[in-house]
């Protein structure tokens, strides 16, 4: 049963993404260029107007170590430039950007020796030195205006930087309703911007967030707050953007313990089909059109330009956990790119030149969604092959993130307070 509800997950996928995203979005600060197509038909390409799905891996079979020969990169590798090692101290790093090749920022908290603290690791100079920044508040995410303006959602409050965050002062987020969180937002300027994140609603600011407004479309889509949530949100010069999201019902089982303390529960659990979710704006933000389709697993990200690489996580009951697609934003197509069973995806950019980054965590016994942290793993498309690249072996967590400047300024972190560069 899993390679069937896997099909019919993808089909509706395809027929979901054909319908609501069939016109060109940019995210505000990704690479524009889409991942090079590869000239031979594959396992895994898909024809326009129509949908062919493939069991297996992709790419399929063994892929082999980046070496010398491996273009664009050669023999270069992710090395590390930060980590977290002090005694009695547990850290888990959120979120990593880099407004420029110089400048950059990582959030997160860590308890040590049984004391909560809350941090940023602010360098100026690429990343060679970092500069720890107490928080008031646990951040959640950072969304980057330029080298200066920052923003940063923590649990409960908004913070603004124009210091490229060396200091900070509190904005206003929205006011959430039961069960509702923001977890990101989204500028297009200092002054407009967008907060969303666990919960139907949307909301807008045309003060810099210093105070919102409810998108009211959001709310039309009747969905369940506590089953819904926005996750991404992608624009294209100054009119044209995209939020997507997901509504899900909650697993069945009334258990309190989660699924990696009982594996079996999870893997016999019965794949539910949930939503996937859109609002798309063509007019600036002034107004939004809803729409959703049935599907099964979560999308979590939507990164790129007219050739989106979309990152969709499932559960435990499908055969792989994660998997990413390219889907043409204007015309509505979409192939399958990247899934394999022995890592979680958890990020993935294209490049400027062609091809693309994926980071995974490499998964662990029978469960591929534990809390015990996994070498971190990355992979190259290099327009003609995949390859994956070398790690420093000191790099593992729970999750992964990788920063984008452009094709010779690029990062990565794990939840585990490691970041690397490639280089």
């Not at 646990?138 to 490229?164: A, I, K, T």
């Not at 139907?200 to 045309?206: E, I």
Request: hydrophobic share 35%; net charge positive; proline share 5%.
């Amino acid at each position: 049963m899993k390679r069937k509800v896997e099909d019919l997950s993808q089909a509706s996928r395809r027929a979901f993404l054909a319908g609501a995203c069939g016109f060109g979005i940019a995210a505000g600060q990704e690479p524009k260029a889409p991942p090079k197509a590869e000239a031979k038909k594959g396992p895994g390409d898909v024809a326009e107007g129509m949908y062919s799905a493939r069991p297996g891996e992709l790419p399929a079979g063994h892929i082999a170590r980046a070496d010398a020969s491996t273009k664009p990169y050669g023999g270069m590798r992710w090395r590390m430039q930060y980590q977290f090692d002090q005694d009695d101290t547990d850290v888990v790093l959120n979120d990593l950007r880099f407004a420029s090749a110089e400048r950059g920022i990582a959030v997160g908290g860590m308890v040590r020796k049984g004391r909560d603290e809350n941090f940023a690791l602010v360098t100026r100079d690429g990343g060679l030195h970092w500069t720890q920044v107490k928080m008031k508040d646990l951040p959640y995410s950072l969304f980057l205006l330029d080298e200066s303006r920052y923003f940063c959602v923590c649990q409960g409050s908004l913070w603004y930087s124009n210091e490229s965050g060396v200091s900070w002062e509190k904005r206003k987020l929205p006011k959430a309703k039961k069960g509702s969180e923001v977890a990101r937002v989204h500028f297009i300027d200092d002054k407009n911007g967008w907060a969303f994140g666990a919960g139907l609603a949307v909301y807008r600011t045309v003060d810099g967030g210093m105070s919102w407004t409810e998108v009211p479309e959001a709310n039309e889509l009747k969905l369940k707050p506590e089953n819904t949530e926005w996750a991404w949100m992608n624009w294209i010069g100054p009119k044209t953007g995209i939020l997507v999201g997901t509504s899900s019902a909650p697993p069945p089982e009334g258990s309190r313990l989660p699924d990696w303390m009982i594996p079996e529960r999870a893997m016999r659990r019965r794949a539910i089909p949930g939503s996937t979710i859109v609002l798309e704006t063509r007019d600036s933000g002034a107004t939004w059109k809803g729409s959703m389709v049935s599907s099964f697993g979560h999308v979590v990200r939507m990164r790129g330009g007219l050739q989106a690489m979309t990152l969709f996580q499932y559960g435990e009951s499908m055969d792989f956990s994660s998997e990413v697609y390219v889907v043409n934003l204007r015309g509505g197509s979409n192939r399958p790119y990247f899934r394999r069973k022995d890592v979680f995806v958890y990020d993935a950019v294209p490049l400027a030149q062609g091809g693309s980054l994926v980071a995974a965590i490499e998964t662990r016994g029978r469960m591929r969604t534990s809390p015990i942290p996994g070498k971190l793993r990355i992979f190259q498309d290099t327009g003609s092959e995949w390859r994956e690249m070398r790690v420093d072996y000191h790099a593992s967590g729970v999750r992964a993130v990788l920063a984008y400047v452009d094709d010779n300024h690029i990062w990565a972190a794990t939840s585990e307070g490691v970041i690397l560069k490639l280089g």
